[in-house]
């Protein structure tokens, strides 16, 4: 079953506007990983934000990590057309001795960005 | 660096039939990890290999498998292939099994 459970499920906004998107999880985690994916093509490495870091950015994307609620965010500032995908939050499962080389994903937010 | 490559991209195959996917990771990386991702289910893992090792499994049935080669390539097949079968086939690789994973364009298998 999976894991993370992302908010909201959809988002429309306009261009240059601010996006936020949330995502919870259950378990202890080594890192969280953000993607994008466009039109069912494969997933785009966005950020990684390991479980001892509470903020991380790069450009024009910031991830918030609250190990206490089990939950991030991304942030995608002055968003453009070009943003339009969808975005799925991965945890990387901490399991018995170490990590276990497997994320899992929540089920996404579809962000549509209006030129 | 090139980056993940998966082959082939799209196949049609017929209920019953095998079918073998290719990945190959990013050089250096020697950690691969697949995924099928579906309208209904979403991304779910299905098994990671690290060293020529199965290190997990998802909760597949066993006609799912996979191996890893000593260049770290990675193969998975799906044998007795079913309708529900049909999906988005992705790999992802990484340099261990602690940091960020890239994925390959996928392959999209149809089952008719």
């Known amino acids: 079953s999976q894991q993370g459970e992302e908010d909201p499920q959809a988002l429309s906004i306009q261009e240059g506007e601010n996006a936020t998107m949330n995502c919870s999880y259950k378990?202890?985690?080594?890192?969280l990983q953000w993607y994008r994916q466009n039109s069912g093509r494969g997933l785009v490495h966005l950020i990684l934000?390991?479980?001892?870091?509470r903020e991380k950015h790069s450009g024009r994307l910031r991830v918030t990590l609250d190990t206490s609620k089990k939950s991030s965010s991304l942030l995608i500032t002055a968003s453009r057309a070009a943003d339009t995908a969808s975005y799925f939050c991965a945890t990387a499962v901490i399991h018995g001795s170490g990590n276990t080389g497997k994320l899992i994903f929540g089920q996404g937010t579809t962000l549509q960005v209006k030129p | 660096k090139a980056g993940v490559t998966q082959t082939p991209r799209y196949l049609i195959k017929t209920r019953g039939q095998q079918v073998t996917l290719s990945c190959s990771p990013i050089?250096?990386?020697?950690?691969v990890s697949w995924y099928q991702q579906t309208p209904g289910q979403g991304l779910q893992f299905l098994f990671e290999y690290f060293s020529e090792t199965q290190r997990n499994k998802g909760n597949f049935p066993g006609r799912f498998s996979g191996r890893q080669f000593s260049n770290s390539r990675s193969e998975m097949n799906v044998s007795t292939l079913e309708l529900g079968d049909s999906a988005l086939y992705l790999c992802?690789?990484?340099?261990?099994?602690?940091?960020?994973?890239?994925f390959g364009p996928g392959t999209r298998l149809t089952v008719l």
């Open positions: 934000i390991r479980s001892n870091e």
């Open positions: 992802a690789s990484s340099v261990d099994r602690l940091g960020e994973q890239f």
């Open positions: 378990t202890s985690i080594n890192n």
């Open positions: 050089s250096g990386h020697r950690s």
